[in-house]
């Protein structure tokens, strides 16, 4: 940009190269032909489903560091298939009326955190959200032990 190098402003002459290099207009009026201006519109995803879930099939794995690994041996366990989100979070506080602190009461107000991950949630939270899961999805719903989440989570490794 041209700058006025005594006053360090920038002259009348660069502003309107520049308003013409983004398709403004003095006064931000769009020059006639111009696109019009991208308005955002608001996020209304939906939250995956709560009974989404992958069998671990009984057998086998590996878990453990590189270099530490071990093998466990694992029933076959249903483990959801995203991971607890905040509309799913916010639901739950909703129907069970349960108290939660204000950095999590503030992510499940707002829309646009809606369908992403919960978190700032204690473990009490957890398991009373997995109660209140197993009475709505007519099975019963726990959280995974590391060695389930970890056999899960490498696959075929």
């Not at 069970?96 to 369908?115: H, N, Y």
Request: hydrophobic letters at 40%.
């Amino acid at each position: 940009m041209l700058r006025d190098r005594a006053r360090g402003t920038t002259s009348d002459a660069t502003r309107e190269a520049v308003a013409g290099w983004l398709g403004l207009a003095p006064h931000g009026a769009r020059p006639f032909g111009s696109p019009a201006p991208i308005v955002r519109q608001p996020v209304t995803r939906e939250p995956p489903p709560l009974d989404a879930h992958v069998k671990l099939p009984a057998g086998s794995y590996a878990v453990g560091e590189p270099g530490e690994e071990r093998r466990v041996e694992l029933d076959s366990v249903l483990l959801g298939r995203w991971p607890v989100v905040n509309a799913h979070a916010r639901r739950f506080v909703e129907e069970t009326r349960r108290g939660v602190p204000a950095v999590l009461a503030a992510k499940l107000a707002d829309s646009q955190l809606a369908d992403h991950p919960a978190t700032d949630v204690s473990l009490a939270d957890a398991l009373a959200f997995c109660a209140w899961a197993t009475e709505r999805l007519g099975r019963d719903v726990r959280l995974p032990t590391g060695d389930e989440w970890e056999a899960l989570a490498r696959g075929g490794d």
